[in-house]
């Protein structure tokens, strides 16, 4: 069975950073993409950034610079690394796979507030 745990996140102040992991279990992890997604309140669930099996990343215009994306396939784990959080990433975040389409874990959220 397909499963994502999320965690590490939190509340933060403005500035700050977070670590983010995602543990998936269920599939072959290394074959495939492993992607990050955020919903803010009010809002739809939007992509932050992505990672191939081969290992090259892309990240969301509005979190470059700020945010790393990163796997780690012998612990079947997916990383988040936040830095210069501002208000605007607070969310609840999710792991993902494109292959996977139908399969969400619970989110962790993040908060980012003075």
């Known amino acids: 069975q397909v499963q994502f745990v999320e965690s590490g996140g939190g509340q933060v102040q403005p500035g700050g950073s977070l670590r983010l992991s995602c543990a998936a279990s269920?599939?072959?992890?290394?074959?495939?993409?492993m992607s990050w997604y955020r919903q803010a309140p009010g809002k739809e669930r939007e992509l932050v950034a992505f990672?191939?099996?081969?290992?090259?990343?892309l990240n969301a215009n509005s979190v470059k610079g700020r945010f790393t994306i990163s796997r780690d396939n012998a612990k079947n784990t997916v990383y988040l690394q936040m830095r210069y959080l501002k208000p605007e990433d607070t969310a609840v975040y999710y792991c993902?796979?494109?292959?996977?389409?139908?399969?969400w874990g619970q989110g962790t959220q993040v908060t980012v507030s003075s």
């Open positions: 993902h796979t494109p292959a996977k389409q139908d399969y």
């Open positions: 269920g599939f072959t992890f290394r074959s495939y993409t």
């Open positions: 990672i191939t099996s081969g290992g090259s990343t």
